[in-house]
């Protein structure tokens, strides 16, 4: 089993900037594929950006050049720094980890932005 953890979220103004986290913990080997995706009030789950063990980064088109994505995988962490942000980035943010093929997914992250 893995457990993940987010923290970051919260209110920020249009234009600004926030940086999320996600630790994973418990069983973490072979975890290959970390990433985060967000949620909107009615509206389907999607793909904000992934990275991999070796560091390939995969971006959604609408953050490309706004958002980074970083890994730490000493201390099991990986990161989300969001500049720039607008208010249809306004969402709940997942950090999902792939073990195996099997995902797991932390509770989420509250991102509001406020234009």
């Known amino acids: 089993q893995v457990q993940l953890v987010e923290s970051g979220g919260g209110l920020v103004q249009a234009g600004g900037s926030l940086k999320l986290s996600c630790t994973a913990s418990?069983?973490?080997?072979?975890?290959?594929?970390m990433g985060w995706y967000r949620q909107a009030p009615g509206k389907q789950r999607e793909l904000v950006a992934i990275?991999?063990?070796?560091?390939?980064?995969n971006y959604a088109d609408s953050v490309k050049g706004r958002f980074t994505i970083s890994r730490d995988n000493a201390k099991n962490t990986v990161y989300l720094q969001m500049n720039s942000l607008k208010s249809e980035d306004t969402g709940v943010y997942y950090c999902k980890a792939e073990q195996l093929l099997m995902p797991y997914w932390g509770q989420g992250t509250q991102v509001t932005v406020s234009s």
């Open positions: 418990g069983r973490l080997f072979n975890i290959n594929t």
């Open positions: 990275i991999t063990s070796g560091g390939s980064t």
